[in-house]
Nanobody, 120 residues
Framework: QVQLVESGGGLVQAGGSLRLSCAAS????????MGWYRQGPGKLRDLVAA???????DYADSVKGRFTISRDNAKNTVYLEMNSLKPEDTAVYYC??????????????WGQGTQVTVSS
């Protein structure tokens, strides 16, 4: 099994910044793609940003130029730096990783979610 622990959410004013972290642990052989999703009130869960094992990022159009995803493979951790936050960024943010376990099975794992609230 692989466990994900997220941190860094909170309440911030519009225009502010937050940094989310998601650390993976457990029966990990390797981590492939890692990403962040968000789900606002009454909305579906959508992709915010993703990053390949080699470090190539991809972003939703709504966050391009404001958010930066990065990863530290040595620490099995993915980060999301969020700048110029807007009220519409308010959501529960979830990390997702595609992990290859020690048994060489590949699964997607989700974090528990962290609330980000941006006040106007």
């Amino acid at each position: 099994q692989v466990q994900l622990v997220e941190s860094g959410g909170g309440l911030v004013q519009a225009g502010g910044s937050l940094r989310l972290s998601c650390a993976a642990s457990g029966s990990i052989f390797s981590l492939n793609a890692m990403g962040w999703y968000r789900q606002g009130p009454g909305k579906l869960r959508d992709l915010v940003a993703a990053i390949t094992r080699g470090g190539r990022p991809d972003y939703a159009d709504s966050v391009k130029g404001r958010f930066t995803i990065s990863r530290d493979n040595a620490k099995n951790t993915v980060y999301l730096e969020m700048n110029s936050l807007k009220p519409e960024d308010t959501a529960v943010y979830y990390c997702k990783v595609r992990a290859v376990t020690l048994q060489r099975f590949e699964y997607d794992y989700w974090g528990q979610g962290t609330q980000v609230t941006v006040s106007s």
